[in-house]
């Protein structure tokens, strides 16, 4: 399996073929050669990379992130700066979690309030939408 069509590609690596097409644009996949007729050809290395940038999206990775980490794993012979970035990632997953825990206590209130006064008129989340609707 040497050399895959795109629709080949796709269903190995479970991607939609406009899906790798906009990951050849944004860099995320090197150019593919094409044959005689025009069709691209890829190699399994194009579904292996294609797995990667899947991974990486579920670990949280913005396809910018993404491409830098390909980038990095290229041109440095150790991973002190793909090991970096996972940090920064982290940093960043615990400050969501932190921000939505906040968002989840505030709203806990709001649920307690509404139990007890079951007015539209007391609701807060009524009169901040009517506070914040232009007249």
């Not at 990667?52 to 980038?71: H, M």
């Not at 209130?109 to 509404?114: F, L, N």
């Amino acid at each position: 399996m040497s050399s895959m069509k795109i629709g080949e590609v796709a269903k190995l690596s479970g991607t939609g073929i406009e899906t790798i097409r906009y990951y050849e644009r944004q860099g995320l996949l090197l150019e593919p050669e094409r044959r005689p007729s025009g069709y691209r050809q890829f190699d399994e290395t194009t579904v292996e990379r294609l797995s990667y940038i899947r991974q990486a999206k579920e670990l949280g990775f913005t396809l910018a992130e993404i491409r830098e980490l390909l980038e990095l794993s290229f041109a440095h012979s150790d991973c002190s700066h793909i090991h970096q970035r996972a940090e920064d990632k982290i940093r960043d997953i615990e400050n969501k979690i932190r921000s939505l825990q906040q968002m989840k206590r505030s709203l806990r209130k709001i649920e307690e309030h509404c139990k007890t006064h079951n007015l539209p008129a007391d609701c807060p989340l009524v009169h901040t939408s009517q506070r914040r609707t232009p007249n």
